[in-house]
């Protein structure tokens, strides 16, 4: 389920540079990669049409999300707590495994915390929409990790 939407882009933009500050200052240190091993519904394995990664050390791991007009993406599942950057403004549906269905809206340059869960993503809108998915290693249950 994802948080609550910080409003206001400063404080958006705030923790954007701290992750990418985090990054930049970890990536130069970054040894051995421990890897997010989350099987086949982890989002650039499940659908990779519409999940790319970015970026990935030993603390964080960046994905590109772009959805095309009214596209349907695959079931997948985030199988860590991440931090979700939208790019362009945002209208989804969200389609749980229960068949739960909720909508989601987000501006563009807001961002919000998005836990772990698994479903399935819908374009609602007449335009595509892009965001970046910052998942959070520190946030991953047991057995997510490897190399």
Not at 6 to 34: T, Y
Not at 45 to 69: C, L, M, Q, S, W
Not at 80 to 108: F, H, M, N, W, Y
Not at 124 to 140: H, N, Q, T, W, Y
Request: aromatic fraction near 6%; include cysteine; glycine fraction near 10%.
């Amino acid at each position: 389920m994802r948080g609550q939407v910080r409003r206001g882009s400063f404080w958006g933009w705030a923790l954007v540079v701290l992750v990418l500050l985090s990054i930049a200052q970890s990536s130069s240190n970054a040894q051995g990669k421990a890897k997010i091993n989350a099987g086949p519904l982890d989002p650039p394995t499940a659908d990779p049409k519409h999940y790319v990664v970015e970026f990935e050390n030993d603390h964080v791991r960046v994905i590109r999300a772009r959805y095309g007009a009214h596209e349907k993406g695959a079931v997948h599942k985030h199988p860590c707590g991440r931090v979700i950057v939208s790019l362009t403004d945002v209208e989804e549906v969200i389609t749980e495994p229960d068949g739960k269905r909720s909508e989601s809206r987000l501006k563009a340059g807001e961002v919000e915390w998005g836990g772990m869960d698994q479903h399935q993503g819908e374009n609602l809108s007449d335009r595509p929409f892009e965001v970046l998915l910052i998942d959070v290693k520190g946030a991953c249950p047991a057995g997510v990790l490897g190399q």
